[in-house]
Antibody, heavy 119, light 104 residues
Framework: EVQLLQSGGGLVQPGGSLRLSCAAS????????MGWIRQAPGKGLEWVSV????????YYTDSVKGRFTISRDNSRNTLSLQMNSLRVEDTAVYYC????????????WGQGILVTVSS | EIVLTQSPGTLSLSPGERASLSCRAS???????LAWYQRKPGQAPRLLIY???SRAPGIPDRFGGSGSGTDFTLTISRLEPEDFAVYYC?????FGQGTKVEIK
């Protein structure tokens, strides 16, 4: 059974940092692209970042470029999102996702974790 | 960048009725890349349909997807109580704004 178990959310002040982690199991992690999607309160789904299976290629939505860094450890089947210079508008539930290629849909989702940026 | 526009914003229906949800793209989209998700309160989104018309594993056959080019449709043939939720379409890194299916 595919599982994506997230950790690391919480409350942080504007300008602060937070690191999200996602532990994957039940599939061959190193052959799948992975990513992060978020949903702000009362808003729709927003793609944040995607990472290729090898980790060599990374993609970010414009609003987080230069502030967020996605990474993976294929030896430990983990995905991470380092979030720096956090803004109030980054407040959202963040989901770890597995991306199916070539169709590029997101076939498995983590349970979601809340990140609150507030003073 | 492609924009996906979903309509209606809210659909009020009764259990047993048929639901048709629309997703319109601002430019032509290959069907391969169009997916639909269901989002219930307190739960992670769930993949329903990929490549416009293929059901994800474990998805009941009352859910169906169709369309091509710029117009795509998610159809729920007979609404069950557990189907009342918000539905999103997606293509590449873009999501539609969602359609809420609520109990009438």
């Amino acid at each position: 059974e595919v599982q994506l178990l997230q950790s690391g959310g919480g409350l942080v002040q504007p300008g602060g940092s937070l690191r999200l982690s996602c532990a994957a199991s039940g599939f061959t992690f190193n052959i799948y692209a992975m990513g992060w999607i978020r949903q702000a309160p009362g808003k729709g789904l927003e793609w944040v970042s995607v990472l290729s299976d090898s980790g060599a290629d990374t993609y970010y939505t414009d609003s987080v470029k230069g502030r967020f860094t996605i990474s993976r450890d294929n030896s430990r089947n983990t995905l991470s999102l380092q979030m720096n210079s956090l803004r109030v508008e980054d407040t959202a539930v963040y989901y770890c996702v597995r991306r199916e290629l070539p169709a590029r849909h997101f076939d498995y989702w983590g349970q979601g974790i809340l990140v609150t940026v507030s003073s | 960048e492609i924009v996906l526009t979903q309509s209606p914003g809210t659909l009020s229906l009764s259990p047993g009725e048929r639901a048709s949800l629309s997703c319109r793209a601002s430019q032509s989209v290959a069907s391969t890349y169009l997916a639909w998700y269901q989002r219930k309160p307190g739960q992670a989104p769930r993949l329903l349909i990929y490549s416009a018309s293929s059901r994800a594993p474990g998805i009941p056959d009352r859910f169906g997807g169709s369309g091509s080019g710029t117009d795509f449709t998610l159809t729920i043939s007979r609404l069950e109580p557990e189907d009342f939720a918000v539905y999103y379409c997606q293509q590449f890194e873009t999501f539609g704004q969602g359609t809420k299916v609520e109990i009438k």
